[in-house]
C-alpha cells in the first residue's frame, strides 16, 4: 500500500510541474520578428560630413548581434635578452559593434549598442603606434523605418564630431 500511494503521489507531482511549465511558457511574450540594423559611424568637421563607415546585421528580437572588422597590428614592446631581437605585442584595431534588441514596441524596438572604434594615427618617438579609440554605450527606443542619432561627441584631440547613428527596419 505504501508503494502504491508513493507512485500517485509521484505521479500528481508529474502532472502539476508540467501544467506549472506549460502556463510559464505561455505567459513568457515570443519574439516576433527580425530586423535589421544600419548602423553609420561619421566623422563631421565644420557641420559637413567628412567620413562615414556602414555596417548592418540582422538581429532577431530579444536576441544579440555582433560585428568585428579589423586588423591585429604587431606593436614592438621591447626587445628580447637572447637574441636581441624586438618582443611583439599584438593589436586589435577596428570596429567592433554588439546589440541587443531588448524589446519590440508599437513605436519601435528597445534597443542596447555597444561600440568600440580604434585606429591608428601617428607613430610616437619611440616607434609605437598611436591609438585612437571611441567607446559607446547607449539604450534608445528606435522608431523603425527612421535614421536616429544614438551619440555625438566631439574628438578629444582634434576638431572633428563623431556620430553614431542606427536605423532599425523591420524584415517580412
Known sequence: MVHRNVNRFSLCTIVVFAAVSLLAQESKPQPTGTYKLDYVFSENQDGKRVNARSYSTLVRARDRGSIRLGSRVPVAIGTSREGGGNQIQYMDIGVNIDCRIEEELDSGIS??????????????????????????????????????????????????????????????
Open 111 to 172: 534597443l542596447f549598442t555597444n561600440v568600440d572604434v580604434s585606429s591608428l594615427t601617428d607613430v610616437n618617438r619611440v616607434g609605437n603606434p598611436i591609438v585612437r579609440q571611441s567607446k559607446i554605450q547607449a539604450a534608445n527606443i528606435v522608431p523603425l523605418g527612421k535614421q536616429i542619432l544614438l551619440t555625438s561627441a566631439d574628438e578629444v584631440d582634434g576638431t572633428r564630431r563623431l556620430q553614431l547613428e542606427v536605423t532599425a527596419t523591420k524584415v517580412k
